[in-house]
Structure formats: structure tokens, C-alpha cells
């Protein structure tokens, strides 16, 4: 086994197992590359990738950019706000125009839930989703088990908690699928309203009670309240939120066991997660910035030979 | 199915199945005719061996290895792998790249690069291309333990050769080492059927 089973990683839902650990085992290989002096590879010289964020980022974009300049793959960068999209231009359109240059990959962030797999089906370049809407983010799952990985070992069997705004998260659910098929046990923890009905049918447990849950896992990956999202009140307030669902100083000291924080970032300081949390010896929240880098390398180099 | 020609040398004539060209003894003496040749021309202060993966780093652990023996001398030891920096990316190779490993420096170093087998030349070009991530060595030499010298594709020529194989035929030339004590060290030639 040495080539995935897809043209395109558009959800971590469609990823054989054995897709998952060709990219993770890839990634460990890139992740040596990184911190190499002359920190390239001439692999993908070839290779033309256009990166499209029709939605803000800052980290994803910086974290796909850095991988393909890695690569040495030439890039082309398109941000909505200063394109043709806003004189009505459509998603199709757009992309079919990017392509006529000869563009081989497209990684995308749209705001609609499945815009990637939408063009997928319409064009020939492989597609990398790069997060659609509240659907899914599948290099931010793959980062993340990777981080997990390196810090606990085989994740089959470990605990593992998601806490916080799940309803609108598609790190959430990316982590879910990509959790589950590693063979982890994941909990989700959050207020009611912020957790969707029938999630536990995914096989994951569900519990309202933060400190039950930090006692219970291994790893803890907190979420940020995605307040933008939200068009209506979820919770009464921040504060309200931080006081019965943040993770904090205190709620760590209760506990009689090692546990490792992580945060996709960006973080809410005070919110989800106090800055003495976010900055201590438990979080790896920087490590996974940089095995981000590895792990798009792999989705890239990978789907580049297909 | 193949004569001996001069000291270490080898013509291949027709060979329909698998057939030994070294067997483990022969293999040992090489090895340690070549650690020999090593020791006489390096300087221990200023030298690093780096094995190519994957095939080459079991070559280069074991001259490691003689050369300790023979001196009393360890010169520091890595691996390289090769796979993001060839020039047959998507054209059906496989895509599984193993482990880098160069805990030291190589600036100004001399670099004794090991492979098992050298043929068209092309990995030790990918080898030399990934090496120069790592800083500037003064020197980089190469050993092998199979020169198939009427093969190259590239101008690149060893300067430690356990045997010269010279193949009329499309065959493979395999370094089998072996795994477990029930196994056996050997060369073999391996008939290609079609064409490469």
C-alpha cells in the first residue's frame, strides 16, 4: 500500500484506515524534512496548486502556502475579497477559469458545507478541502491525530475528549471520523444547545459535565465557540460559558493524572481556554502549527501521484 | 550461467531463474575487503558514513560495524533516504519514503556514501541532490557492494566497488540480506520478464 484510494481529500469520512496511516507515516517523514537546514524538497517542482479561500484564514492558509513552497510546487493564491467573485462570478466559473491555466490541485476553504465535494464532481484537478462550512476539515483531523500520536502512542483505544462548541464545528467532525477510525474512544463535552442531536450515532459518547470529562481522557482537544456561526444565543453569556464549560488552572490541579491539551486554534484566551492553560506544560497547541506543515505536505505529495 | 572474468569481476551470459552470484561467505570478504580499502584512504577525524535507504543502510551498517572492529574507531553513522528527491515521481515508483537520520554535521565533512547496488545511478543522484540539504560536505565518495557499470544513465562512478557486473541481458541484480539466523547474506541475479 503506497498510493490513496481517492483522487481528493475532501472529508476525513471517505479516508480508508489505511489512507489515514499512509498520511500520518508520510507526514513523520516530512516532519524530518522541516527541520532539516535547507528545509525543501524538489518533489512536487512540477506541480501547480492553487490555494482558493473564499473564507478568512490565517493559519490553514499560511500552513498549506509553507507546505507547497516545502514541495517546491508553484502556488497561486485567490482570496475572495479582491476577485471577481464579488461582480457575481460563480464557484464553477471561477475554478474552470483557474484551471484553464494548467492548474494541477486546488485547495479550498468555502463557507458552504460541501463545496469541495460540489467540485469534485464537476473538475479533473484534485481537490483538497481546506474546511467547507461547518462540515469538514480533514488536514485539521490528520494534524491533529498526528499531534495526539506523537505525544500518547497508538491512539487505539484512548480516550479522548472534544469539548466546547461541537454544533458548529467541522474540526469536530473531522476529529470524529478520523478519531473513530484509529480505534479511539471520544467523548464530546460541551453545553446541550452547542451539541448536535443523534451525534452519539457516530459512536461517540456525549457528557455535559466538564470535570467528569477532563478525569475521564487522555487528551482533551478544546474548540473555539465560533461565535461568528452563530446567529442565535446558544449560552446566556461568555462568562456564564467560561465558568461552567472553560478549561482552566483549577480544573487541571483537581485532577490525579497527566492529560495533554490541544486547540485548533484560533483560541478564545478566557474563554474556552485560559492563557495559563493554553501556555503550559500540557498544551501542544504549537506543536500541532508545525505538524501541520508535515501533514499537508503528505496530503499533497500523496494526491499528487495519483 | 556466468563466468569469472578477472578478480571481482562477472559476465553474465543467459540466466533463466534466479541464480546466486555471491553467496554470504564471498559477501563477508567483501565487506571486509572493503572496510580494508575504507580505513587505508579516510581520515577517522573528519569522515561520516551515510547509508541510502533502504537497501544500501544494511550494506553500510555492517562496513560500520567492520571497520569498529578492525580500528577501534567509530565514525558517526546516518541514513538517507531518497524518495522526495527523484526525478521518477509519478512515473509508477513507489511512493513510501523511510527514515532520515543525520544527528551530525556534514559541513565540510568527507561523506562516504553506501549503496548495495549501483545501475543507472539515478538514486545516488537523488542521494547526493538530498545530502546537500543537510550543508556542504568537502568531499562525498561512494561505495558499493555491485557496480552494474554498463548501465548508467548518469555520469556518476563509484570509488569503493566490491564486484563489477557487467549484464548482456535484462536481468535484476538483488543483495538479499538476511533477516534472521535461518536466512542467508547473498547476490543473486533475478531475470526481468518485459522490458523496464
Known amino acids: ?306 | 550461467m556466468f563466468t569469472r572474468c578477472l578478480s571481482g569481476f562477472f559476465l553474465t551470459f543467459v540466466s533463466m531463474s534466479d541464480t546466486i552470484l555471491l553467496n554470504g561467505n564471498q559477501i563477508q570478504l567483501t565487506i571486509e575487503r572493503l572496510s580494508r580499502e575504507v580505513i587505508e584512504s579516510i581520515n577517522f577525524q573528519n569522515s561520516v558514513i551515510i547509508g541510502v535507504q533502504p537497501r544500501g543502510v544494511l550494506l553500510a551498517e555492517k562496513i560500520h560495524q567492520k571497520i569498529f572492529d578492525l580500528t577501534g574507531q567509530s565514525i558517526p553513522f546516518g541514513k538517507i533516504d531518497t524518495t522526495f528527491h527523484r526525478d521518477d515521481f509519478r512515473r509508477g515508483k513507489s511512493l513510501n519514503a523511510k527514515v532520515t537520520e543525520i544527528d551530525f554535521h556534514i559541513e565540510e565533512k568527507n561523506v562516504l556514501l553506501i549503496d548495495d547496488v549501483l545501475y543507472t545511478g539515478r538514486t545516488i543522484r537523488a542521494a547526493m541532490d538530498a545530502l546537500l540539504s543537510f550543508g556542504r560536505p568537502l568531499k562525498v565518495e561512494l561505495l558499493v557492494l555491485i557496480d552494474r557499470r554498463f548501465n548508467r544513465e548518469l555520469p556518476i562512478q563509484p570509488d569503493f566497488v566490491g564486484n563489477i557486473v557487467d549484464t548482456i541481458e535484462k536481468v535484476d541484480v538483488e543483495v538479499r540480506w538476511a533477516a534472521n539466523a535461518t536466512e542467508k547474506n547473498e547476490v543473486v541475479f533475478i531475470p526481468l520478464k518485459g522490458n523496464r
Open chain 1, 1 to 306: 500500500m503506497s498510493q490513496l484510494s481517492s483522487k481528493h481529500v475532501i472529508g476525513i469520512e471517505h479516508l480508508t484506515v489505511d489512507d489515514i496511516q499512509l498520511i500520518l507515516q508520510t507526514a513523520t517523514q516530512f516532519k524530518e524534512i522541516i527541520n532539516r537546514p535547507i528545509k525543501k524538497v524538489p518533489t512536487l517542482r512540477d506541480i501547480t496548486i492553487a490555494n482558493l479561500f473564499f473564507e478568512n484564514s490565517t493559519r490553514t492558509r499560511i500552513s498549506f502556502e509553507l507546505a507547497q513552497k516545502r514541495l517546491s510546487a508553484d502556488i497561486i493564491n485567490f482570496s475572495s475579497s479582491s476577485s471577481s467573485v464579488k461582480k457575481g462570478e460563480t464557484l464553477l466559473d471561477t475554478v474552470n477559469n483557474i484551471l484553464s491555466m494548467k492548474v494541477d490541485m486546488i485547495v479550498m476553504r468555502h463557507a458552504s458545507p460541501g463545496a469541495a465535494h460540489y467540485l469534485s464532481e464537476r473538475i479533473d484537478a484534485h481537490i483538497v478541502n481546506a474546511g467547507d462550512g461547518t462540515h469538514e476539515h480533514p488536514t485539521q483531523a490528520l494534524l491533529d491525530a498526528y499531534s495526539m500520536q506523537e505525544k500518547i502512542g497508538d491512539l487505539n483505544g484512548k480516550k479522548i475528549a472534544i469539548l466546547g462548541d461541537i454544533m458548529h464545528s467541522r474540526v469536530a467532525l473531522s476529529n470524529i471520523f478520523c478519531l473513530k477510525k484509529l480505534g479511539a474512544d471520544v467523548t464530546l463535552c460541551g453545553p446541550s444547545t452547542l451539541i448536535p442531536k443523534h451525534i452519539e450515532k457516530l459512536g461517540v459518547h456525549v457528557s455535559h459535565n466538564i470535570d467528569e470529562t477532563l478525569q475521564w481522557c487522555d487528551v482533551a482537544n478544546v474548540l473555539r465557540i465560533q461565535l461568528e456561526r452563530q446567529n442565535t444565543k446558544y449560552f446566556p453569556s461568555l462568562r456564564e460559558y467560561a465558568l461552567y464549560f472553560g478549561v482552566n488552572r483549577q480544573r487541571l490541579e483537581k485532577l490525579d493524572k497527566e492529560i495533554v491539551i490541544m486547540h485548533p486554534g484560533p483560541i478564545n484566551r478566557g474563554v474556552e481556554i485560559t492563557s495559563d492553560v493554553a501556555d503550559s506544560e500540557h498544551s501542544i497547541i504549537l506543536d500541532q502549527v508545525e505538524n501541520g506543515v508535515a501533514i499537508r505536505m503528505a496530503v499533497m505529495y500523496l494526491l499528487a501521484n495519483k
